[in-house]
């Protein structure tokens, strides 16, 4: 992989200047339209849970790193078949065309967190010191991403219809997790099925990390690396089996 | 010393009687039980060696198996059994400009096109201006390629394959493509290359440039070799063949 460095840093930045030039204002729309839909989400449910701790601080954490996994996993599902030529007319590694994907999705979305900083920063008067584990937690949920990207792109390589069963996943998957609701709606007897949607792990810990200032706890992020690591694993074994035959499908 | 060493590859394409490209199509398909599919053998057992600076010619007809040959010897297909070893860095060449990007620079796509054949940033730096300089396009640097004619870019990827050039190329009839003198331009560099000592596997239905290029050549028939050895003799083999037809 080392060797394809120069490789995966020019797709990665061929691919963030084709996202953002075609659009006016450019790469501030990455920045914009998640905070748009926070605004929505807040002042939409403010009257049910107004009155929780810090709620819109949290609607924007939970709203970023949805962001991060929606447009992280809808567009690395595509990173096969849209590059037909580097599949099918040249030989290069092909998973590197689903981490360049990703990758562009991690620079986005690294932008949109450092711009909620200074939010942060405003509506609470003050930053947690826990921020500083941020990073860590942006790696684990990177990998769990790029883990499902692989899945999801070698599939959909011999499934077309992918798309449109993935964009009912997201849609589901995006009630589903406490992004404009906190958890503690949630009633004891669905809880251990709800905290199986890895989402909702990944925002926990953001929140603790972003907002509350607590160190999250050893077995949630247990339960986070094991999800990356899972992901991953699944998603790499699938990739290579269905591999072979791409250029032919394609 | 072998640049390039095939043992014994198969390859088989599933042909479905009924092409099914999504999931919804596949549960049908079990529901109805329609999993038939033709089975054909692209390639059949080829073995063949390749020294370190022979330029090997592959010729035969239509269907005859040379691109698919090609392709496996990319690692762009997975053999059915078989294996193959290259030596060295590969370059392929199946057709030129893979990866170009129209919304990006021509000075950009340089870049992005030369990492794809596989060159670091520090070695395009260097010969960033003999690329512009061949291409004749020094003027256009700035210019987004979308843009571009279609001769310009074609020109512009030529330049940049050419000065990418690895110990191993594999060429598939790309260079065949562009007027009379584009066309001379590239034989030359060709024969250049081959001087220099790179190896070369050509494949092409021109066997005018075969001739020039490649001392050996390769006769494919339906996926099995028919004959390897000098090509001349092997390409009156293939007229001949082609005359009782």
């Known amino acids: ?250 | 010393m072998s640049a390039i060493i095939v043992d014994n590859i198969s390859k088989k394409y599933r042909i479905p009687h009924e092409k099914k490209s999504t999931l919804f199509q596949n549960i049908v398909g079990v529901i109805k039980r329609q999993f038939s599919y033709e089975e054909f053998w692209a390639l059949k057992d080829v073995s063949f060696e390749v020294k370190r600076g022979e330029a090997l010619g592959i010729i035969g007809r239509n269907g005859s198996g040379k691109s698919t040959l090609l392709k496996v010897l990319a690692r762009i297909l997975y053999p059915d059994s078989g294996s193959v070893s290259i030596n060295g860095k590969v370059a392929c060449f199946l057709q030129l400009g893979v990866g170009f990007q129209p919304e990006l620079t021509a000075r950009e796509n340089v870049y992005i096109y030369s990492s794809i054949l596989g060159l670091k940033r520090r070695e395009v730096d260097r010969m960033y201006d003999d690329i512009f300089d061949f291409a004749e396009l020094r003027k256009f640097e700035n210019m987004k390629l979308k843009n571009f004619s279609s001769g310009m870019s074609m020109r512009l990827a030529f330049a940049t394959a050419f000065h990418a050039v690895p110990d191993t190329m594999l060429i598939d009839e790309v260079f065949a493509v562009g007027d009379e003198a584009f066309r001379k331009k590239c034989s030359d560099k060709m024969i250049q290359f081959k001087a220099e000592g790179k190896t070369i596997v050509f494949v092409s239905h021109s066997l005018d440039s075969v001739k020039q290029l490649c001392g050996r050549s390769m006769l494919l028939h339906e996926g099995s070799i028919v004959t390897t050895g000098d090509t001349e003799e092997v390409v009156d083999h293939y007229l001949a063949m082609l005359q009782k037809k």
């Open chain 1, 1 to 250: 992989m080392w060797q394809y460095r120069e490789l995966i840093r020019n797709l990665t930045v061929a691919d963030l200047k084709n996202r953002y030039q075609n659009t006016s204002l450019g790469f501030f729309w990455s920045l914009l339209s998640p905070l748009l839909m926070a605004g929505v989400l807040y002042f939409v449910f403010r009257h049910l849970w107004g009155h929780e701790e810090d709620f819109a601080v949290n609607i924007l954490v939970g709203v970023m790193a949805w962001q991060f996994f929606s447009t992280g996993t809808s567009s690395s599902l595509r990173a096969i078949v849209s590059n037909v030529g580097l599949v099918t007319r040249v030989y290069v590694p092909r998973h590197i065309l689903v981490l360049s994907n990703v990758l562009t999705s991690l620079i986005n979305s690294l932008f949109a967190f450092v711009a909620l900083l200074p939010i942060i920063l405003i509506l609470r008067s003050s930053l947690p010191p826990t921020v500083l584990l941020f990073p860590l937690v942006h790696v684990v949920f990177f990998v769990f991403l790029f883990g499902a990207g692989l899945f999801l792109s070698s599939l959909y390589v011999y499934f077309r219809d992918l798309t449109q069963i993935w964009d009912v996943v997201i849609r589901t998957l995006f009630f589903a997790s406490p992004i404009m609701y906190p958890v503690t709606i949630i009633p004891a007897y669905i809880m251990p099925y709800y905290m199986l949607n890895p989402v909702t792990q990944f925002i926990i810990i953001y929140r603790d990390v972003m907002v509350a200032g607590q160190l999250p706890s050893p077995y949630s992020m247990a339960v986070v690396c094991g999800f990356a690591v899972l992901a991953y694993a699944v998603g790499s074994l699938t990739f290579r089996r269905l591999e072979r035959r791409f250029a032919e499908q394609m």
